[in-house]
């Protein structure tokens, strides 16, 4: 893809992650140099884009992190770093709030300091709660029920503060359920929580049996509505949220606009594999919403974003692909299960 804008310098922190790997790359082929920071809690040095200039380093680390902005005189940054597991967030909101609210503040002020006047962020649907009215909008009340949507919505407060002193202009995108792989890079956490990849392992008979959490829900058949959005298509939206940062800071919903319940998920799997994908159904999760499904309207009117692969199975197929062709990396990597 060639850019429309010009060439920019870009720091993307979390770039050895499933979805910084894949934005990595798409901002590659925009035809910008990409400069990648990651102390690997849960990414993985092997999906680091080849072309970028990779250090392995907290975003906390600040003399590093000036030394980094400074040196390659970075023009945006791509925050992506963070930690995301909703349960994980709940036992031990210290460490999110450490890394998401404290690190995230370190990242800003260094920008500040080294006169860095873009970001794109990495938000989150946990921001907004249980909210009543489907599909979400992005001027929903924001009430999140997770201590992990709390730290994601302090950042955002905190980007529209230092936008009004510091000038620092911010797109917000707010995720719903990113799914699928691009060629190189798949969704691989550390641990692995989410349901797609989960679902896929079970199929490759890795893990035994899918636990759902929660059938009592009140869907059409009883488990969590979701939207999932590409990752591709999510990449593909933050060359859109730079090129807009031009007009000023604004937030917007990232997600396909349609639901698909667990089941739905593990039937769709089951064609893509043709594999047998037994399931146990346990008590609901803390903080797991019933439904969550983003209005990506304003996206689409404003960045002119639109899915070019909105359809829950080549999401599937896409990571059912990588997951059998990269195998062998993982493995190599002593990722655990592989
Ligand atoms: N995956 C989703 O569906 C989803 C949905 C909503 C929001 N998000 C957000 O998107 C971002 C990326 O998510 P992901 O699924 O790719 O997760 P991921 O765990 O694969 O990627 C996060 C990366 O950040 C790195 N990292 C974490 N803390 C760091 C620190 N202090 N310093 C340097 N590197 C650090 C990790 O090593 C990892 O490579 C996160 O901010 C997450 O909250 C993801």
Not at 62 to 80: C, D, S
Not at 323 to 337: F, M, T
């Amino acid at each position: 893809m060639a850019t429309k804008g010009k060439t920019m310098n870009i720091l993307i922190t979390g770039g050895a992650g499933y979805i910084g790997s894949v934005v990595t790359e798409e901002c590659v082929a925009a035809g910008h140099n990409t400069f990648v920071i990651d102390n690997l809690v849960s990414g993985h040095k092997w999906m680091v884009h080849p072309n970028s200039e990779f250090y392995e380093a907290d975003i906390r680390n600040t003399p590093v992190v000036n030394q980094i902005l400074q040196k390659n005189r970075i023009e945006a940054v791509i925050h992506m770093a963070a930690f995301s597991v909703v349960g994980d967030s709940m036992s031990g909101p210290y460490g999110y709030y450490d890394n998401n609210v404290s690190g995230g503040l370190l990242l800003l002020d260094a920008m500040r300091e080294s006169g860095v006047k873009k970001i794109i962020f990495s938000s989150t649907a946990a921001v907004y709660g249980e909210p009543e009215e489907q599909p979400i909008e992005e001027s929903v009340e924001l009430r999140p029920t997770n201590a992990y949507g709390e730290t994601k919505l302090a950042f955002e407060k905190a980007l529209k503060w230092f936008d009004y002193a510091h000038g620092i202009k911010y797109t917000i995108l707010r995720y719903f359920n990113a799914a699928g792989a691009s060629q190189r890079c798949g969704e691989l956490h550390k641990p692995e929580t989410h349901l797609i990849p989960l679902v896929l392992e079970v199929a490759r008979g890795r893990i035994p049996v899918l636990q759902i959490y929660g059938n009592d829900y009140p869907t059409k058949d009883g488990t969590c509505i979701r939207d999932y959005v590409h990752v591709r298509d999510l990449a593909r939206a933050h060359i859109l949220g730079l090129e807009s940062l031009e007009k000023g800071s604004d937030v917007y919903n990232l997600g396909s606009g349609r639901g698909f319940t667990v089941r739905e998920v593990i039937d769709a799997a089951r064609k893509v594999t043709d594999r047998l994908i037994p399931v146990i159904y346990s008590d609901r999760r803390d903080g797991d919403p019933p439904i969550l499904v983003a209005s990506p309207a304003k996206i689409i009117q404003k960045l002119g974003w639109t899915p070019d692969y909105s359809d829950l199975t080549s999401m599937i197929e896409s990571a059912w692909k990588w997951g059998n062709d990269h195998h062998h990396l993982a493995k190599a990597s002593g990722e655990p299960r592989w």
